[in-house]
């Protein structure tokens, strides 16, 4: 059975609906043969990322960055799951195995910086996107909601039988 697994960062109440309607969609009853594993980004392991076959990831936008939560998941699993560094020290686009990833942001103002330092660290991971980032601003509507069951949705059915 395929592993889908969804590490999130939801302080709020807002955040938190945008990250049920994904899990709702992950568990969509049409999927079949999906095991949807969730995970607050803080307790998220390399183990947990290793046994996945694709990954949801969401984020809060801080200060036009990604939630220090979701950053600390990525400092303490990146080498294990395959992380690429070059001679630098900086990440550079990884080889190997291209397990699909999907994304969603919510930000007051703004979400680019967060979504471009996610995709950033990404890029230098042996995962692809599989779907559009999910970009949220201000108060998470209906219409938001349906895109985020979309997405869960989504992710989950490229891994279904």
Excluded: C
Excluded at 25 to 53: F, K, Q, Y
Excluded at 77 to 85: I, P, R, S
Excluded at 117 to 138: F, K, M, N, R, Y
Aim: charged fraction near 15%.
């Amino acid at each position: 059975m395929a592993r889908l697994l969804i590490v999130h960062h939801s302080p709020t109440s807002t955040v938190r609906s945008l990250t049920d309607a994904v899990v709702a969609g992950a568990h969509d009853d049409a999927i079949e043969g999906v095991e949807v594993v969730v995970r607050p980004a803080l307790e998220a392991t390399a183990d947990d990322v290793v046994a996945a076959d694709g990954l949801l990831l969401g984020t809060t936008a801080n200060f036009g960055y990604m939630s220090g939560a979701l950053k600390h998941f990525f400092d303490s699993t990146f080498l294990d799951v395959g992380g690429a560094l070059g001679d630098d020290g900086s990440g550079v686009p990884a080889g190997g195995g291209k397990k699909p990833f999907g994304l969603w942001v919510h930000g007051r103002y703004d979400t680019a910086g967060a979504v471009r330092s996610v995709l950033s660290i990404v890029q230098a991971l042996p995962w692809t996107q599989a779907a559009p980032t999910l970009e949220v601003l201000g108060e998470v509507t209906e219409v938001h909601t349906a895109a985020a069951y979309e997405l869960g949705a989504t992710m989950a059915a490229l891994l279904s039988d």
